[in-house]
């Protein structure tokens, strides 16, 4: 057993929406492994996440995690009762049934004891022996003081499974158990809950170059106040993670100050209209896919203040000005081939608006939501639109979490692609 962090208060939770226990079916199966930490604590949050994220959870815990995670709190969160022996369920070799069931398998916490157990080939739990069983993805987030993840038999073992196509998420540096800090803190669960999700993502966006912008311009009034809008830049964010995940060279330009999401390639950090005006134009060309999600500010002030406007001076008079329509120059400098998607935040008639955007910027699919809707737009974990493509299609999207927003969308670009490819197959082939 090892040592971990130490709980630092009650979860957190999202607005995503969770499927009820024997509702639809999902895709896919997680086997969630949890090893004996202190950091076990967290599986409860993941399992959760995960099912939220319309993952099918089969639990399973050693010996050693039941000591710091009841088996009856993952029971109840995950979509089957935990297993926890080789000889205790009714199937007679559980580990292979979960071995073959599973789509992926995810560790976490796996402690120094799990990883020396699977890269020495040992199979004495049902844990290690589903590992050992199974095809699929394996994904191990190792928790455990400092001086054991640094220890020589760690490093060598952690190396060896990598070699053997084992993903390892983290650890992180953070507090410890005992109050210690360093290195051996498990990662996040969003980080491990993208590595899941790219375990499994197609990878249909291999090869391809896409940009992707998020959140919302703020344009200087003085040195301290600016007009901006409520974009948090979640939305931008799932696309370019799921573009990343699907394969894609990824270009996230963001007016956000949220941390990157894992797998962008390049990450280029923009405050106003023009600096990501400036940003876009310089490599929109190279790109195969542009996703337009900022929220950009369509005025700005003509002539900010050098210094901090004083209230004592009176309400002062702000002259705006147009900023430069950074998408429908895109529409017009879009060269053959490349895709442009554009994002439609309505207040009122959404699909008018969606048909205006469609036709007005030469764009190929657009993306539109009444931002006034409950659950959806500004600031929400969750989303709901309306997608239209230059062929006349309507997908309508029901509330839905931002990152399956995101999957839907880049769906629907993926077919653009391929209907584009055979196009072009067909054409030089006459």
């Not at 086997?31 to 202190?38: C, D, E, H, N, P």
């Not at 054991?148 to 540096?173: C, F, I, Q, S």
Request: net charge negative; charged share 25%.
């Amino acid at each position: 057993m090892t040592d971990d962090e130490i709980p630092e208060g009650d979860f957190v939770g999202t607005q995503e929406r969770r499927p009820a226990h024997g509702g639809a079916s999902t895709q896919f199966t997680v086997v969630l492994g949890v090893a004996g930490s202190v950091a076990a604590y967290k599986s409860a949050e993941l399992c959760r996440r995960l099912v939220d994220a319309g993952f099918t959870v089969a639990p399973v815990m050693t010996a050693d995690a039941a000591r710091f995670l009841g088996p009856a709190t993952l029971s109840a969160l995950a979509s089957e009762p935990v297993h926890t022996s080789l000889w205790s369920d009714d199937d007679p070799s559980p580990h292979t049934a979960l071995a073959r069931a599973a789509d992926v398998v995810v560790v976490a916490p796996a402690t120094a004891n799990l990883l020396a157990k699977y890269a020495a080939g040992m199979a004495d739990d049902l844990l290690t022996a589903t590992l050992l069983a199974t095809a699929a993805p394996v994904i191990v987030c190792p928790a455990m003081h400092t001086e054991m993840w640094e220890h020589p038999a760690t490093v060598d073992n952690v190396a060896l499974l990598r070699r053997r196509g084992v993903r390892v998420v983290g650890p992180g540096v953070g507090r410890l158990a005992g109050g210690d800090q360093g290195a051996g803190r498990l990662a996040d669960v969003d980080e491990i809950l993208a590595a899941v999700r790219a375990a499994v993502a197609p990878r249909d966006l291999a090869w391809r170059r896409v940009l992707v912008t998020a959140g919302g311009t703020r344009e200087p009034v003085d040195p301290v106040r600016f007009l901006g809008n409520r974009s948090s830049g979640k939305q931008g964010e799932a696309v370019a993670a799921e573009a990343a995940a699907r394969g894609a060279a990824v270009v996230l330009i963001t007016a956000s100050e949220r941390p990157a999401p894992a797998g962008v390639a390049e990450v280029v950090r923009v405050e106003t209209a023009a600096e990501l005006e400036a940003a876009v134009l310089a490599r929109a060309a190279d790109a195969d896919v542009v996703v337009m999600a900022a929220a950009v500010a369509d005025f700005r002030p003509k002539a900010p203040a050098a210094e901090k406007l004083a209230k004592a001076d009176g309400v002062p008079d702000l002259h705006l000005e147009p900023t430069t329509d950074v998408l429908a120059e895109l529409g017009r400098r879009k060269r053959p081939g490349q895709i442009l998607v554009g994002f439609a935040a309505e207040t009122g008639d959404v699909r008018r608006g969606a048909e205006a955007k469609l036709r007005g910027k030469r764009l190929d699919l657009v993306v539109a939501n009444d931002v006034t809707a409950p659950g959806a737009g500004f600031g929400h974990d969750t989303n709901a639109a309306t997608l239209l493509d230059a062929a006349g299609n309507w997908t309508e999207v029901p509330l839905t979490g931002k990152r399956d927003l995101a999957r839907i969308v880049l769906d629907a670009v993926t077919g653009l692609l391929v209907r584009q490819d055979e196009g072009a197959e067909r054409r030089g082939g006459t």
